[in-house]
């Protein structure tokens, strides 16, 4: 069954935390990111493990193989639960990311899902700055096939995509996507957008949903809307 991510786009640890207590027992998911990590460091995602909450480290690395391996072992060591790089990195930093979540397991412990993100679900045709670019569509499957070859668990990409990302690369190749909105929510600085229950049906795994949450008067209500559309499908 899939499961809803709330994203928490703060400046600081004291909003990020204060809405992850809204949702206590809703959301089983927090997503932590640039902006927020950047702030406040490791310690929002060790206060948020203490909370009881799955941990998704959005960070999206892309460097050279060494750096990401010591970097995902450094995020495994920390106890988040998902973490992402770019497919864009190629073989050896994918290979090197899922030896990095092994190095930084305790002994017995479950390893990190790694993930490499595909098409950014804010850009549309014509946003890439390459001639000739294909669609992002395509783009989107073409990365999601290689990073299945480099062994890596699965991708982050627009529900439009996750169909046939699942079925080029299985059922168990695990699709995270972000750019889910309600049907009569606004689309803010997404493009590439889709319904909880169209996403559903699509195949994504794991839904993210930032500000339609975390925005609304009743944080609380709207992902439990959410969740109850996900669950109907």
């Known amino acids: 069954m899939a499961e809803l991510v709330l994203a928490l786009d703060y400046k600081d640890a004291r909003s990020a935390l204060a809405m992850a207590d809204t949702v206590t027992g809703v959301v089983p998911w927090m997503k932590v990111g640039l902006e927020l990590f950047t702030a406040e460091g490791p310690l929002v995602v060790s206060e948020l493990k203490k909370k009881g909450f799955n941990v998704f480290l959005d960070l999206k690395f892309f460097d050279i193989p060494n750096t990401v391996q010591g970097a995902i072992r450094s995020a495994a060591r920390l106890g988040v639960d998902m973490v992402n790089i770019h497919a864009l990195g190629g073989e050896r930093m994918g290979a090197a990311a899922m030896q990095g979540a092994l190095e930084g397991t305790p002994d017995g412990g479950t390893p990190p899902i790694v993930l490499a993100v595909t098409m950014l679900t804010s850009m549309a045709e014509g946003d890439l700055p390459v001639d000739n670019a294909p669609p992002p569509s395509e783009m989107a499957l073409d990365l999601a096939v290689k990073a299945k070859q480099y062994g890596l668990n699965g991708v982050v990409c627009s529900a439009l995509e996750a169909e046939r990302i699942k079925q080029a690369c299985g059922d168990a190749f695990i699709c995270l996507t972000p750019g889910i909105r309600l049907a009569d929510s606004a689309k803010d600085d997404q493009r590439r957008i889709v319904t909880p229950a169209q996403a559903v049906i699509n195949g994504s795994d794991y839904l993210v949903v930032g500000r339609p ?16 559309e996900m669950q109907r499908v």
């Open 213 to 228: 949450i975390t925005g609304a008067a009743s944080p609380k209500e709207v992902a439990l809307a959410i969740m109850e």
